[in-house]
């Protein structure tokens, strides 16, 4: 088991964060589905919690298909999915993966959002977590992400908020920028398989960091798209587009429910849910000596989501 504790700040509210994680989550879900791959929504309820009162859960499949390189596919099943589940009462959210092919492997995240720079220490207070854990900053703009997710209209080193004048960062931005809010994540990954668990552990933890400064990325960016939209409109748009992404991927659309339960003094949200990134027809790191991979000082230009499988003909 390897914990690690990740800090993301947005020059964002709180409260906008949460129409701008669900607007972000469901445009790029639609982007990046295509016929027979891409991401299933199952469930998407509200969700009662004795500790943490009302909130929604989702469950999702991760379909992953034709992005699947060429020496997994002799080994993989028919039918391969990852599943997340996610049960959220923002701002606090809990997010766990597991995978069909791999039973001995998981990812559990639990995310806390805070109106400030990521200063607040031992925010999770967790038993579970034993010894001290590893912390890290993760900054949107001048963080090094892989290369072929640049796309230079999404780079707040550049971008410029018409709607909110918030933009472009500059170094330094974190001290003295204001709105600004921080995700911290607190994030368990297991592979517990003998002689591959450290290595795998590690490299999933590499997956996880682009991942989150990816998202992030394009939360700000896209944030012209989705500000002013009430819960109200966001939720509409969160149906209709997982409605279409379910068919756009050639699956039946179950019945989606994204109505609002009695809201406490503290807002609720709907599901954060993260993307992956695609496979290559490399072998995978963790079966060689870690390396550094080369990255680009950028944003990205859309994150693909993994694909490990190509279905076969089904029908």
Not at 101 to 122: A, M, Q, R
Not at 286 to 313: D, G, H, I, M, W
Request: glycine share 6%; net charge negative.
């Amino acid at each position: 088991m390897l914990v690690k504790e990740y800090r993301i700040c947005m020059p964002l509210t709180t409260e906008e964060y949460r129409v701008g994680q669900l607007y972000t989550i469901s445009k790029h879900s639609h982007q990046e589905s295509e016929k027979g791959e891409g991401v299933e929504v199952v469930k998407n309820e509200p969700h009662e919690d004795p500790v943490h009162g009302p909130g929604q859960f989702t469950e999702k499949r991760v379909h992953l298909s034709s992005k699947l390189p060429g020496w997994a596919r002799a080994v993989t099943p028919r039918i391969f999915y990852i599943t997340e589940k996610a049960w959220n009462y923002y701002p606090y959210t809990i997010t766990e993966y597991t995978c069909s092919f791999l039973p001995k492997f998981s990812i559990y995240i639990e995310t806390k959002y805070e109106d400030n720079c990521g200063d607040s220490e031992n925010i999770f207070r967790s038993d579970k977590i034993l010894g001290d854990h590893e912390v890290s900053f993760l900054d949107i703009a001048f963080d090094e992400i892989p290369e072929r997710y640049y796309r230079s209209p999404e780079d707040p080193r550049y971008f410029s908020s018409a709607k909110t004048g918030r933009g472009p960062l500059r170094e330094g931005w974190r001290q003295h920028t204001k709105p600004i809010m921080c995700s911290y994540k607190l994030v368990t990954v297991k592979f517990e398989v003998w002689g591959l668990q450290t290595r795998v552990e590690q490299f999933v933890h590499k997956v996880i960091r682009d991942i989150l400064l990816i998202g992030h990325r394009q939360a700000f960016a896209w944030v012209d798209e989705w500000c002013g939209m009430t819960m109200e409109e966001v939720r509409r748009y969160e149906r209709e587009t997982q409605e279409a992404t379910n068919e756009l991927i050639g699956l039946v659309a179950p019945a989606i429910s994204v109505s609002e339960v009695g809201q406490p003094a503290a807002p609720r949200s709907a599901p954060a849910s993260a993307p992956s990134t695609p496979l290559t027809d490399d072998a995978p790191d963790f079966l060689a000596a870690p390396k550094t991979r080369p990255r680009k000082k950028s944003a990205p230009e859309t994150l693909t989501l993994p694909a490990l499988r190509e279905r076969a003909n089904a029908e």
